[in-house]
Nanobody
Framework: QVQLVESGGGLVQAGDSLRVSCAVS????????MGWFRQAPGKERDFVAG????????YYADSVKGRFTISRDNAKNTVYLQMNILKPEDTAVYYC????????????????????????WGRGTQVTVSL
């Protein structure tokens, strides 16, 4: 059974930093592309950041580029999202997602951006940024 468990959310002030984590079990994490999405109140869930199965490639939404960093630790089966210079508009529930199809050695830099590229999701962690 595949499980994703996010942690690290909380209430912070604008300009602060926060790191959210996602622990994955039930599949070969080191061969799986990962992504972070977020959903603000009353809005659709949006892509935030993605990382290839190999870890050599990342991609970010324009709204977070230069402030957020996605990374992975295959020894811990965990993906991270480091968020710096947080803004009130970053307030949302943050979800991690994993793609179950194992990545190809011929395409180690593939990053996935769409929700339907991913097969399993965590329950989310709330991040609230106050002024």
């Amino acid at each position: 059974q595949v499980q994703l468990v996010e942690s690290g959310g909380g209430l912070v002030q604008a300009g602060d930093s926060l790191r959210v984590s996602c622990a994955v079990s039930g599949l070969t994490f080191s061969s799986s592309a990962m992504g972070w999405f977020r959903q603000a109140p009353g809005k659709e869930r949006d892509f935030v950041a993605g990382i290839s199965w190999s870890g050599i490639a990342t991609y970010y939404a324009d709204s977070v580029k230069g402030r957020f960093t996605i990374s992975r630790d295959n020894a811990k089966n965990t993906v991270y999202l480091q968020m710096n210079i947080l803004k009130p508009e970053d307030t949302a529930v943050y979800y991690c997602a994993v793609r179950k199809r194992r990545g190809s050695i011929y395409d180690p830099g593939r990053v996935y951006l769409a929700e339907n590229d991913y097969d399993y999701w965590g329950r989310g962690t709330q991040v609230t940024v106050s002024l």
